[in-house]
């Protein structure tokens, strides 16, 4: 089944641009969203609840970060 493209979306604590295999995404913070490498380091506020994303779906804030 291959590993799982999150095109669109940067890792907010690695800064990749094309995040590979699971997105964590806060449900607190706007537009914050981790690679799965960077969710193992605790680099967000533990009481933060994160959505766990195994499929891409569509960044709703893609055209806002085009322009950061």
């Known amino acids: ?7 669109g979306i940067r890792c907010d604590g690695c800064g990749a ?3 590979r295999g699971i997105r ?3 449900t ?3 537009n ?3 690679c ?3 969710e193992l380091l605790d680099l967000h506020d533990a009481s933060h609840p994160l959505i766990k994303h195994k499929r891409a779906r ?10 950061l």
Do not use: R
């Open 1 to 7: 089944s291959g590993v799982v493209l999150h095109t």
């Open 17 to 19: 641009t094309q995040m």
């Open 24 to 26: 964590y995404q806060c």
């Open 28 to 30: 607190v913070c706007h």
């Open 32 to 34: 914050f969203d981790l």
């Open 36 to 38: 799965e490498h960077c």
């Open 58 to 67: 569509p960044n709703p804030f893609a055209e806002e970060q085009a322009f």
